[in-house]
């Protein structure tokens, strides 16, 4: 797995200790993220826009209305830049200022390619499904000639990325040592609600796997 070299655009300057160009690092961000945010410039006009992707190897996926302008703009092998971040704590301090989150971010910055020929957008439209619910496409029906021509689907190769992160308790200063406040962290996890059936049918088993990986 690469180390992406710093460029002028990648490097963090802002607290460096805390950032990595390991791919071993950024990639896992990356996946355990469900939403990132393309950011790109089209006829002068900045954009940024939230939305689910998937990753197979070096290549970041995006997919959309194959009418819509970040989908035309990544499959005219336009730049853009993805950032992704997963919140693990609030961290409350003494004072004001020391308050921050526990977090784990990556950006990433690359140029788009479009995805032709249906078996490669099959196995781009089954590489998002399986990253939203693991098991899920072999459940359900697959997508039909329609579907799959209104569908634009785009692979990112990933020229530069780096992570940040922070973790750990509160950086208040000794001089608020005394301060009769309480502070620390606290955790933050992903979770779901009670499930809203819309079938007679008893969950699936990428359903039941799913809540009981968010239990453990």
């Not at 995006?62 to 989908?71: F, N, V």
């Not at 919140?87 to 004001?96: E, M, N, T």
């Not at 990253?131 to 990112?156: M, S």
């Amino acid at each position: 797995m690469p180390i992406f070299d710093p460029s002028p655009r990648s490097k963090v300057r802002r607290l460096a200790e805390r950032a990595s160009y390991d791919s071993s690092v950024i990639y896992p961000i990356i996946d355990a993220a469900l939403v990132c945010h393309v950011a790109f410039v089209a006829d002068g006009q900045p954009f940024s826009i939230p939305t689910l992707h998937a990753r197979m190897g070096d290549s970041l996926l995006l997919h959309g209305s194959a009418g819509s302008r970040l989908i035309r703009h990544l499959q005219a092998g336009n730049e853009v830049c993805v950032s992704f971040a997963l919140v693990d704590g609030l961290v409350l301090a003494k004072s004001v200022f020391h308050h921050s989150v526990n977090y784990r971010s990556a950006v990433v910055f690359g140029r788009g390619r479009k995805i032709e020929g249906q078996e490669e957008v099959l196995q781009v439209l089954q590489a998002f499904t399986e990253k939203i619910l693991p098991g899920r496409w072999d459940e359900v029906r697959p997508p039909n000639p329609q579907e799959l021509r209104i569908t634009g689907v785009a692979a990112l190769e990933i020229l530069s990325a780096s992570a940040k992160d922070r973790s750990g308790p509160p950086g208040d200063d000794p001089e608020d040592a005394e301060l009769p406040v309480w502070n620390g962290v606290i955790p933050l996890r992903p979770g779901a609600g009670a499930l809203k059936s819309d079938s007679p049918l008893p969950v699936s088993p990428s359903v039941a796997a799913f809540l009981k990986r968010l239990q453990e």
